[in-house]
């Protein structure tokens, strides 16, 4: 029986201005991300939404779910108008995985890779140790209500609420509409500060410890390596994926060899040392 579920969402427009890639570059991309996927995780049930242009069914086929649809609107900067984080193209992926009886859910990036095996599995272990309710990473800020929600691990009820679109729209900041959603499902919690919400009921790791390259912000680079030559090295376990992880690339975070974070684009962006340290 499995026991694993993975929600993945992505959209693929005609050019993506995060990473400046072309539609033909972005579906290599994601074509990639869901087999890596399916090769680190192959016992868990993958569920993927998207929309723009349509993958090949060679990596669809990978999934045990498919939502797919026309491109939704998308303004200058990238961004899907109307629907901050994507909350409508995610939700159709989480609410599916709870609709199949799963009680955790994983969410991750489409266009991205994950180096953990068994993803799902480690991200529950956490959870447990610390006995927390979510698991969160960067861009989780302490302000603002801001969550990071590139990687996000929790109970199928939570993460439903978060993405459900039969919410509002709280900002047009889609980690500020997710952490909204975030606070009002702990309405017993509502007087505590946010601060002190999140690290109630969240554990928080740095996304170089959840071994995520955004292969949005590194393609042309490994176009340059070689993109079969990064491909086979990848699945031989050979291609040094630390050296890609998200944020350095594109200059918003970057990490020591310890995995402490020593730059960030602002200071109020959480990390492991700040998260689990009140001073």
């Not at 991309?29 to 192959?42: C, D, H, I, M």
């Not at 292969?215 to 030559?229: I, S, T, V």
Request: proline share 3%; glycine share 8%.
């Amino acid at each position: 029986m499995i026991n694993e579920c993975i929600a993945s969402q992505v959209h693929i427009p005609p050019f993506d201005v995060q990473g400046s890639l072309t539609q033909e570059q972005k579906v290599c991309a994601v074509e990639l991300g869901l087999q890596y996927l399916r090769y680190k995780n192959p016992n868990a049930y993958i569920a993927f939404s998207g929309h723009g242009l349509r993958p090949s069914s060679v990596a669809l086929d990978l999934c045990d779910y498919v939502n797919w649809e026309e491109l939704h609107p998308i303004n200058g900067g990238g961004t899907v108008m109307g629907s901050p984080a994507q909350y409508h193209s995610v939700y159709k992926a989480v609410e599916h995985c709870s609709s199949k009886g799963f009680k955790k859910i994983l969410k991750v990036r489409g266009d991205g890779l994950y180096g953990i095996t068994n993803f799902f599995s480690h991200c529950d272990d956490i959870l447990t140790k610390e006995r927390k309710k979510m698991l969160v990473t960067q861009m989780t800020a302490n302000v603002d209500n801001k969550m990071g929600d590139c990687i996000m691990f929790s109970e199928a009820d939570l993460m439903c609420y978060i993405w459900s679109d039969t919410h509002p729209q709280h900002s047009g900041d889609g980690l500020i509409h997710i952490g909204t959603n975030f606070r009002n499902f702990f309405s017993d919690d509502l007087s505590l500060s946010w601060n002190d919400l999140v690290k109630k009921h969240c554990a928080f790791r740095n996304l170089c410890v959840l071994e995520w390259m955004d292969l949005r912000w590194n393609y042309h680079a490994l176009e340059q390596y070689g993109w079969e030559k990064f491909k086979n090295e990848l699945f031989e376990g050979a291609f040094p994926l630390a050296d890609f992880y998200w944020g350095k690339n594109n200059g918003w975070h970057t990490f020591d060899d310890n995995n402490n974070m020593t730059y960030s684009i602002e200071r109020y962006y959480y990390e492991e040392k700040t998260f689990y340290n009140n001073k």
